[in-house]
Structures are given as C-alpha cells and as structure tokens.
C-alpha cells in the first residue's frame, strides 16, 4: 500500500502553508493519487468517472500515453533553453497552430498560463489600436492579473479592491426567463451604450469567452458574435475572443467561436493546448501582430516540454477525431440531461455546446439552489463521479469532462444524476 498522507492532513498542510483564498470543493474530499484518460483514482483506490477534467484541460484524457511519451522523450533530450536561443518545437507549434487558428489568425505569443495569455492580448489592443480602454461582460472571468482581474465581472474573483476603472461592463446574454434573443439583443445595446457614451475613441477591445464557463456555461445565440463583431468593426474596436476554457474540440469545432462562424482579431488559448503542461498563447493576424515590435518574452513561454506536448495533443485531437466525438456525445448528454429536466423541475435550464454543459438549479422561489448544487455534487463524488460546478449562485452543475469519455460514461453519469436528484426532489 502507497504511503499516503491522506485528506485531512492535506488540509492541514493546505492551512498552514497555503493561503486562505486556497479552496476545495467537497465536504469530505478525497485525496486524487492517480489518473488514467477519463478516471481518477483517490488514496484508497476507489474510481472516479471524471467530468470536469479540471476544469476544461484534460481533453485528451489524464497521463495519456500518445502525449506522455512526446512529453517524456522532449525531457530527456531538451527541456528549457528561452527564447534568445533558437530551438525548433516552438516554431513548429505555432505553424500548426496557424493551420487550425480560424481566418488568418497566424501570429502565436507562447506564455503559461490563460492570464498570461489574456493580459498579452489586451496590450496587444493597446499597441494596435493606441486606445486604452476595454469592455467586458457580465458574469466574464478572465484571469488573476490586475488587468485580467479587472475585466473579470464575478464578484468571487474579483479580489483587488483597487482594479482598474478603464473597464466598462456590459449585460451578457444570460436571461432571467430565458428569452435568450431578447437578452442577446439586449446585450448588444449595451455595447452600443457604452461606445457611445465613453467614446469609441477611448475603447481599445471588447474581451469575450465564446461560452461563459465560471459565469454559468452562458451560452449566446448562433447570430450573437456575428452581429457584436460588425458593430465593432463599425468602430474600430477589436474583439479578443478568450478561448482558455473552450478551446481544442471541447464544443465539437477546435474553438467554440467557429460555432458562431466569426474570426476574432485576437484569440487567446490555454488549459487543453497543453493537456496539463503549462502552456498558453494569444494569436492574431499579421497586421495586428506587426505592432507588437518592442522586445519581449515569457522566460518558461512555449518551451520545448510544453511545445512538443502541445503538438503532440494537437496531433491525439486529429487523429482520434476528438471534435466529433465531442459533438456526438454532448448532444446524448444534452438530450439526457432534458429528458432529466423533465422529471426534475427544479433543473431550470440546461445550456451548452458539446461537452461543454451547464445545467442550472432553482429553489422553487426562484434563488439559486447553491446548498442544493453542493449536496449533489457531493453525493455523485459519493458514487463515483466528480461533476464541476459554477455560475454567481454556484448553482450550475458543469459537465466539461475530458473528451475521451464513452457512451458508458454518459449513460452511468445520468443513472446516477438521476438517482441523486431524487434525494433532492
Ligand atoms: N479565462 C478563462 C475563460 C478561464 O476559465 C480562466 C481560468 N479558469 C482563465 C482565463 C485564467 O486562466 P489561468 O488560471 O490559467 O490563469
């Protein structure tokens, strides 16, 4: 028997030598030893179906042997030079990026982290564009850097008492009723709203994530970001599309935007590039690219352990046709979670694209069902299977497993869904 510390003394440790701010979900959490494509293993050997991948990055399964063994052979022969040296993975990548980017989105700046690759993309609007100020949307998360942070609308995560005030934030396409068009429409007037009163002179970008994922799996109509990157274009502002947690055929396309048949000027990419290597990168056209000019670079920035990785996991989404795969079973999960809706009316909604799912809880009067939410996700870690969960209530369960998950899968996640619900309702 492995010699482990167990979950209570981690959260010790957690308590002495972490921060506060250092959460875990769970009233009695396991301690995860070892993973294994869609499973999970805790210290005393019981399994778990994992669906939330952690958090959108094991799409290609966990220690998948296609992608350790590149991982594995790039260690033993390179590991780090930076970037002032000239080794080959990097540019390998970025070229088979560009392949997939949509439009003539060609240009890749490696980093680490969806911060890092968001914080890049918003001072690459600066340099392009010479405005300085941004809109974001309601119930947006964009990272941990002061200007990520600013442009982040969740409350939990907005931790700096002193962000930035060049950020205006605009309604997203949530709906209370769930007349989606209406408050997609609603939404774009916002936008127009704030460029006319700021000035479009003064706004450099509007930062977006395709479908909102710590927001609530907010999902816009098909017609939204085309007609918002119109009104932009009208005045010459830029649309940075943050892909950290959408990204490489989680919605069933490589990048959820493609489902809404729209090229940004700026992308950002993370999480799943690297299937749990750090890896990051924002990416753009060759205009836009061309005013970023004065020196600059990540020092653990696409080096060859992550860039090799990330071809590698580029190569496992291809081969194994991960994007329709994707399609196929998030439209049996979708169409299994309804069927449970119907039976459970407290499920208010079920949102989504691929496997990429939400499924929001209410209280009969309305109120997020947070205790709820919690008892089962709870309950489901109980019997096997770890479900994520978000949204400003934290009362959205999020399906996001890794995307190697089978029909078996899908059919013992909703048996056991169903028989947890029943507890509840
Ligand atoms: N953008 C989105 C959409 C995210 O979901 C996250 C993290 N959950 C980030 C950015 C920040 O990424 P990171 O934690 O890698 O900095």
């Known amino acids: 028997m492995d010699n482990y510390l167990g979950p209570q003394k981690i959260i010790e440790k957690k308590k002495e030598f972490l921060f506060p701010c250092s959460q875990h979900f769970y009233k009695n959490p396991p301690q995860i030893v070892r993973g294994e494509m869609q499973y999970l293993y805790d210290s005393e050997g019981k399994k778990y179906l994992d669906f939330f991948a952690g958090v959108s990055v094991m799409n290609c399964g966990h220690c998948n042997p296609e992608i350790l063994e590149a991982s594995i052979n790039q260690m033993k022969t390179l590991q780090h030079t930076t970037t ?12 088979k990026l560009s392949q997939i980017l949509p439009g003539a989105i060609k240009h890749s700046f490696f980093c680490s982290t969806g911060s890092e690759a968001n914080e890049g993309a918003l001072l690459l609007a600066r340099l392009y564009t010479g405005k300085n100020d941004f809109i974001a949307l309601n119930n947006s998360l964009h990272g941990r850097t002061y200007l990520t942070m600013s442009t982040t609308a969740i409350p939990m995560w907005r931790a700096d008492p002193s962000l930035s005030d060049c950020v205006s934030f605009v ?27 700021k000035g479009a002179e003064t706004i450099a970008a509007l930062i977006a994530e395709p479908i ?184 959205v369960l999020a399906f996001q497993p890794p995307l190697v998950i089978t029909e078996k899968d899908v059919d013992f996640l909703i048996d056991e869904l169903d028989r947890a619900f029943s507890r509840v309702y």
């Open 84 to 95: 002032i040296y000239l080794t080959q993975p990097i540019v390998d990548l970025a070229e």
């Open 171 to 197: 309604s997203n396409t949530y709906s209370k009723d769930k007349n989606l068009e209406d408050a997609a429409n609603e939404s774009l007037n916002t936008v127009q709203r704030v460029i006319k009163s």
């Open 212 to 395: 909102q994922g710590n927001g609530g799996i907010i999902t816009p109509p098909y017609w939204y970001f085309k007609r918002l990157k119109d009104l932009l274009e009208s005045y010459e502002i830029l649309l940075i599309i943050d892909e950290v947690q959408t990204g490489f055929a989680r919605t069933g396309k490589m990048f959820a935007i493609e489902n809404y048949d729209v090229v940004p000027d700026i992308m950002t990419v993370a999480k799943a590039l690297g299937n749990g290597m750090p890896i990051s990168a924002f990416c753009t056209n060759d205009k836009i690219a061309a005013s970023f000019t004065k020196p600059s670079a990540s020092t653990l920035g696409g080096n060859p352990v992550s860039a090799s990785t990330a071809i590698a996991v580029l190569d496992y989404i291809e081969k194994h046709n991960l994007c329709n795969h994707a399609e196929k079973l998030g439209k049996k999960l979708y169409s299994e979670l309804i069927r449970l809706q119907k039976k459970y009316p407290n499920i208010y909604d079920v949102r989504g694209i691929g496997l990429m799912v939400g499924a929001e809880l209410l209280k009969e009067n309305g109120e997020p069902a947070s205790e709820e939410t919690d008892f089962i996700l709870e309950e489901l870690k109980d019997r096997g299977i770890l479900l994520g969960k978000n949204g400003l209530g934290r009362n």
